[in-house]
């Protein structure tokens, strides 16, 4: 019995590797089949990407060529080929990688060899891209661009040591002018444009500093600091929406950053401000504007763009509430930090006609029209205020009733009641006297004759005496023209005034 047990045992341990055995040999056929099928692919792949690549067409060729490597790890042609469409593509850090390879593969692949040496050259990297350059010519010594290249390189590595050493010496324009060329000759050099956007910043032009960091941040792996540097020169320079963006480049790599963070939050403080500040000037809500910007002022006292922006905000919306005195003090400080800001001259002239200084306003209207002769705004108010200040040398109806030119119509009421009580002829004694107070009290009434109806005020406010009959057509056909052609006094003393209050 137990023979019978053994002799089946070794009976079934036999039939599994007889399976087994089998199993490989299948698997050993479909894989022979995977690996030829592989290779057509491989094949049709590389015959693709070379046809995309001639069309231009830079992404489809990519892909193909993504999954001849993946299917050949051990063909250089193939990592060659697909650098070359990186580098047709721009993207010369993902080439750099392929052409190791290739190399690797085949250390005297002479064009890929050629190839790496110009990107390290344009990358800065002189001490390799010469080993490189010195390959070539070694396998090939009449190969004329690895010739050339060889000198630019000798050429970049002297450059190089100007640079620093002038750098050194706080040479600042003659380090920006040896990085000139150094960057001609390597673009793809983080390190030079950053070199010289610290000369530019020193320089005190941030404009160029960011046209310098901008490049530099993309050819950086790690480039917290460079979106940092951009996101405070774009602060500093009142452009804080983009400074936004910048610093929020940073916390996309890093969100724990403590300097990008602590400088966001600031930045976002800021902004919120600034946008809703505006946003209440947009709703003619000038006062809470003016103390939005008072508030700008103290979250930022460091930089002078954010005072200057507030005082000149201030100053518009002072304006717009018709707080004359307050506005031209305002004006005036904004423009005392900017002379030529063509937006504060103009508010400040506004400024000057709501207080009945039209020689000033016109002065500041004339020197924005020197700064901005095309703006249509700046034009139409320099003739507006040359027609009130020839008006106010003839009649000037506030100064007649003695009221500030933002006076409501209770106000102008008041103090017409008030002159034409102290004017009226019927108090003075002597001829001479009552011709005086006829004349006065003729003016009195007319000032209020205009002031307290809106239309003939807009046409005021405008530059234009709606009494006068010089200044209307057909000479005084309406019913407003009275006091050029009625005198209430005129046929002698026995008119009797009484006063309408409506």
């Known amino acids: 019995m137990l023979f019978n047990m053994e002799s089946k045992r070794r009976k079934g341990l036999n039939g599994v590797l007889s399976s087994l055995s089998l ?5 050993d056929l ?17 015959e693709m990407g070379r046809k995309l690549l ?20 051990k063909n250089y042609l193939t990592y060659y080929k697909r650098a070359a469409v990186f580098l047709a593509m721009g993207k010369s850090k993902s080439a750099l990688p392929d052409l190791t390879r290739a190399i690797q593969l085949k250390p005297d692949f002479l064009a890929a060899r050629l190839q790496r040496g110009n990107i390290l050259l344009k990358q800065g990297n002189t001490q390799e891209a010469r080993e490189d350059f010195q390959a070539v010519l070694e396998g090939s010594p009449e190969q004329g661009e690895a010739h050339d290249q060889l000198l630019r390189t000798e050429e970049l590595e002297e450059l190089q040591e100007e640079a620093q050493s002038a750098h050194m010496q706080a040479d600042y324009h ?3 002018t040896v990085l000139d060329r150094v960057i001609e000759l390597s673009p793809w050099d983080p390190d030079s444009r950053e070199l010289r956007a610290e000369c530019y910043i020193r320089l005190g032009d941030l404009r160029k500093a960011i046209q310098d960091l901008t490049p530099a941040a993309r050819l950086r792996n790690d480039n917290r600091a460079a979106f940092l540097r951009l996101s405070t020169l774009h602060y500093e320079l009142g452009e804080h929406q983009e ?4 610093v929020r480049e940073c916390l996309k790599l890093d969100q724990d950053d403590k300097e990008c963070f602590s400088h966001y939050k600031q930045v976002k403080k800021l902004s919120k401000q600034l946008d809703s500040a505006e946003e209440l000037i947009s709703e003619d809500r000038y006062q809470e504007a003016i103390e939005k910007y008072e508030s700008v002022m103290k979250t930022e006292p460091d930089v002078p763009f954010y005072t200057y922006k507030a005082k000149e905000r201030i100053c518009f919306c002072l304006v717009k509430n018709k707080r004359a005195h307050e506005a031209v003090d305002a004006c005036s400080e904004a423009h005392q930090r900017d002379p030529r800001n063509v937006n504060v001259l103009r508010d ?20 924005a029209r020197e700064f901005d002769e095309e703006n249509q705004e700046i034009r139409e108010g ?30 102008i009421i008041k103090a017409y009641r008030k002159l034409a009580q102290q004017w009226h002829p019927d108090n003075f004694q002597s001829e001479a006297e009552k011709k005086e107070a006829e004349k006065r009290f003729i003016d009195i009434a007319s000032a209020k004759e205009v002031l307290t109806d809106p239309e003939m005020r807009q046409k005021f406010d405008a530059g234009e005496d709606p009494l006068d009959p010089e200044t209307q057509q057909g000479g005084g ?26």
């Open 23 to 27: 199993l490989c040999v299948v698997l």
């Open 30 to 46: 479909q894989l022979d089949g995977v690996l030829g099928a592989t290779h057509v692919e491989i094949e049709h792949h590389l």
């Open 54 to 73: 001639a069309a231009g067409q830079l992404a489809e060729a990519l892909s193909h060529y993504h999954s001849a490597v993946e299917g050949d790890s």
């Open 174 to 176: 003659a380090t920006v």
């Open 243 to 246: 400074a936004l963006s910048q």
């Open 348 to 367: 400040r002239a506004e400024a000057y006609i709501l207080s009945q200084d039209y020689e000033k306003a016109v002065e500041d209207y004339q020197e």
């Open 382 to 411: 320099l003739e507006r205020a040359q027609k009130l200040l020839k008006l106010s040398r003839k009649r000037d109806y506030y100064k007649i009733l003695g009221v500030d030119r933002s006076a409501n119509k209770q106000e």
């Open 477 to 502: 056909g309406g019913g407003h023209n009275w006091p050029f052609d009625f005198n209430p006094f005129g046929s002698g003393g026995s008119f009797h005034f009484k006063f309408h209050y409506n």
